[in-house]
């Protein structure tokens, strides 16, 4: 089939505006769900989070009976539509709304495939702890090949939310908490899910979300209001955003938040000023879920009338929801209260993106066949596994007490996330199933030796006060170890999942604190969504493993790091505080005029650290590694050169390992108060024991600047510190000058 040239589709997008009418038009600026018609006595937002949470099988979910709105499509009325899953279902719209209306436009399918759909991965904050972001995009690309023979056409994900707050449950969704890493990440899954060619049937549009600075809630409480300075919101919170749109993201979503009293639905500076006229952004924005409607709640336009209107002349090209612009717009295009060219600029991007896409020409891009057997294939379970694994980050290993040997006599699993699949798949797994789940238990006894007895027992529920710890520690009382697998549920991060509180839930800390008086080795091994505050774990456990919720093949890459199958070698990308009451605390903070030191009038606190529990980059491996001979390629540097970075690292262990070496960068004297540290490069490398390599990274001066009052980009020349080492706290330190 010939694809239409652009060219082409520039004329072809005049001519259906031309033919088009308003009501057709403003059937392609709103993204309808099929409506569920009552079922278990629920409303339809009650059942889908019962289906989020995991409550309702798919199956169940799919039973229910549901309105796909056919008669509206057959009128050319609906453009996108958002949780139609299936080859077979989402064919059979198609084939209404191409073969059966006046245009023949096809319908766009969108569905939130955040890590993974049926193979679900690591949640994307685990995944970011690999730092490779090659994989991520393997990742991203294995979701986008499972979507789309599923019928889906776009994903709401990457989600770029760059957050310093533990207490946001949607941490769970992004790359943590710095901008430069979480850019490269962002580049990297956008590539994986539009792939090469968009017009692919493997691939899938990327969605850049939640635009912007919705990971900066105030108070770490979801949908909360931002204030910020618009220097932060260039330096930190916009560039993963425009990473994106130069690896050629196809859509972005509006935030539900508010900044500076603007909400990021009716935003023109951010929509307009920013995405498209300084980043070049030339695809469609939609709203999150209600978004525009909920502007007149904030108190920000009149009525929802007022908002819709708002919205479209900001920028804001599709409504996601029913009501708004669908019931909005008509009169208000009617009696010219908004111009129809803006209408027309909106219908424009999302047709253009629909002719970006194939979809005129090839509008079935998936059958009943293919999607059986592409999902949850072999070869993507293999991927799910080495994500996985390369996601976890050791936090502590006391006496080298990990790996384990396979023919221990007797090994006792505990924990109320030992043997446990749904929450193995994280936040946002729609489609994952908790039978396709390896589990922790079973991965562990999948591993060892055929004589090792391995033991299982509760001890308590996740959260809440029924507990079992008595005969948990009878159980567990005579083994060679204990592994005690605690953390949070799925449902305790994500959307609407704020935490007042970051400790371990439940009775799940007075467990470990039982099990620690057996006298037994302990290695804890931490399933959660967000950092934790775990001072006594990190005080009292012989060893601990973060492996946060890492999906389909949890179990299994579990067992390959406490085993010794692979030597762990994740870093975090996001600070762990001491307690909640550190929060936001994160590494590249802004220099103060009186850093925390030893005497009282500095910046810290009276009843605890200043410092974090495990900082940024930080994580261990079962072999060591020694950083020397850290190098320069010049001392002085003009703007628009590179400096070349080079330092030896040894192991100077006894097995090879890999080893995140990172680059960071301090501006000594700047027109503005600089942060810290910056992190301006990584590499990631393996090492055999006793081998040495000169790692080389090449920093690009220009990364170097920030914006000033008039959002300049700027390099400033002045004296620069520079740090190589394995974390954000340690590291080798040189200098140079920005000429
Ligand atoms: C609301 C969430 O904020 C957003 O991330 C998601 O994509 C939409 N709902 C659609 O489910």
Redesign the pocket.
């Given at each position: 089939m010939n694809k239409s040239s652009k060219k082409d589709y520039e004329i072809r997008i005049d001519e259906l505006i031309y033919k088009m009418t308003l009501a057709e038009k403003i059937g392609q600026v709103v993204q309808l769900s099929p409506s569920l018609f009552g079922a278990f006595g629920l409303t339809p937002d009650e059942l889908i989070e019962k289906l989020v949470i995991g409550e309702i099988s798919p199956e169940e979910f799919e039973k229910i009976d549901r309105n796909y709105h056919e008669d509206e499509i057959r009128q050319g009325l609906i453009g996108a539509m958002?949780g139609v899953i299936g080859a077979e279902k989402s064919n059979e719209l198609q084939k209404i709304a191409v073969e059966e209306s006046r245009l023949g436009i096809p319908i766009l399918f969108g569905l939130?495939v955040i890590h993974g759909f049926r193979t679900v991965f690591p949640i994307p904050l685990a995944e970011a702890c690999s730092w490779e972001p090659e994989l991520m995009r393997e990742t991203a690309r294995i979701a986008a090949k499972e979507a789309s023979a599923a019928g889906i056409h776009w994903t709401?994900a990457p989600?770029l939310d760059v957050s310093r707050d533990a207490r946001w449950g949607r941490v769970a969704e992004g790359a943590g908490e710095d901008t430069f890493l979480a850019s490269i990440i962002a580049a990297s899954r956008v590539k994986g899910f539009q792939g090469e060619d968009l017009s692919s049937d493997e691939s899938i549009l990327a969605c850049a979300?939640?635009y912007v600075a919705y990971g900066a809630p105030v108070g770490g409480r979801d949908y909360n209001t931002v204030d910020m300075s618009l220097q932060a919101l260039h330096d930190i919170y916009l560039p993963p955003f425009e990473a994106a749109v130069q690896a050629g993201v196809a859509t972005v979503?509006s935030a539900?938040n508010d900044i500076n009293g603007v909400p990021c639905t009716t935003n023109k500076y951010l929509l307009t000023d920013v995405l498209r006229g300084m980043y070049g952004f030339d695809g469609f924005v939609v709203s999150?879920?209600n978004s525009v409607a909920e502007c007149a709640i904030h108190g920000y336009a009149e009525a929802r009338k007022e908002a819709s209107k708002k919205a479209i002349e900001a920028g804001l090209d599709m409504d996601?929801s029913k009501g708004t612009f669908a019931e909005d717009l008509p009169s208000q295009l009617e009696d010219g209260t908004i111009s129809e060219e803006v209408l027309n600029e909106a219908v424009r991007r999302i047709l253009r993106v629909k002719f970006k896409m194939g979809l005129f020409d090839n509008p079935y891009r998936t059958d009943k066949d293919k999607e059986e057997k592409v999902i949850l294939c072999n070869e993507h379970l293999k991927v799910a596994r080495d994500m996985a694994r390369r996601s976890i980050v050791l936090l502590k290993n006391e006496n080298e007490m990990l790996p384990l040997k396979k023919n221990l006599k007797k090994i006792a699993v505990v924990g109320p996330l030992a043997d446990n699949g749904t929450d193995m798949l994280g936040t946002w797994a729609i489609v994952g199933r908790s039978e396709d789940v390896v589990t922790i238990l079973s991965g562990i006894k999948e591993a060892v030796d055929s004589d090792t007895e391995v033991v299982y027992s509760k001890g308590c529920e996740i959260e809440g006060d029924k507990e079992e710890i008595k005969k948990t520690i009878e159980d567990a009382s005579d083994s060679d170890v204990i592994i005690a697998v605690v953390g949070e549920s799925s449902e305790m991060s994500g959307?609407a999942a704020s935490r007042i509180d970051i400790n371990l839930p439940g009775k799940q800390l007075e467990l470990l604190k039982e099990l620690h008086k057996t006298g037994k080795p302990l290695v804890v091994v931490l399933v959660n969504g967000r950092p934790l505050s775990i001072p006594w774990i990190s005080e009292n456990a012989t060893a601990i493993v973060e492996s946060w919720q890492l999906g389909v093949q949890s179990g299994n890459a579990i067992a390959d790091v406490l085993f010794g199958d692979y030597n762990p070698s994740g870093k975090l990308v996001s600070t762990f505080p001491y307690s909640v009451g550190q929060v936001p605390i994160y590494y590249n903070h802004p220099m103060t005029g009186r850093p925390a030191g030893k005497i009282k009038f500095t910046s810290k606190y009276i009843d605890g650290p200043a410092e974090p529990l495990y900082p940024f980059g930080f994580g261990l491996s079962y072999t060591n590694f020694e950083y020397s001979n850290m190098s320069l390629s010049a001392n002085k540097v003009t703007k628009d050169s590179k400096l070349k970075v080079s330092v030896d690292v040894k192991n100077t262990g006894k097995v090879q390992g890999e080893e995140i070496v990172q680059l960071y960068v301090y501006d000594v004297v700047a027109s503005r108060v600089r942060p810290v540290k910056e992190l301006k490069g990584f590499k990631k490398i393996m090492l055999k024991p006793g081998q040495l390599e000169t790692v080389s990274i090449e920093l690009d001066i220009n990364t170097l600047g920030f914006h000033d009052e008039n959002m300049n980009y700027v390099v400033e020349e002045g004296l620069f510190k520079i740090y190589v080492g394995p974390n954000s706290r340690e590291g080798l330190e040189e200098e140079f000058y920005v000429i």
């Open positions: 958002g939130d709401f989600m979300k939640h979503m539900f999150d879920a996601m959307e």
